[in-house]
């Protein structure tokens, strides 16, 4: 999907970038729902939060979702 998302930036088309975007949906469901990313063991728990940052790192050229979370104020 990485590689996908880059290719329709890169034309300027948003809309695949976002088609393939969606494509992640029910992975990262599963993921979230079958795996405990804060592990006891460190070096599970480390290998997890990159899965994690990868995710991240495929939205980000797209959006910035930091902007939609909830501010304190």
Known sequence: ???QVAAALAADDYAA???????LRAPIDAFFADVLV???DEAVRVNRLRLLNRFVG????????????????
């Open 38 to 40: 804060m592990d006891e």
């Open 58 to 73: 495929v939205f980000t050229d797209v959006a910035d979702f930091g902007k939609m979370a909830k501010g304190g104020k």
């Open 1 to 3: 999907v990485e590689s």
């Open 17 to 23: 970038a976002l088609a393939a975007l969606a494509d």
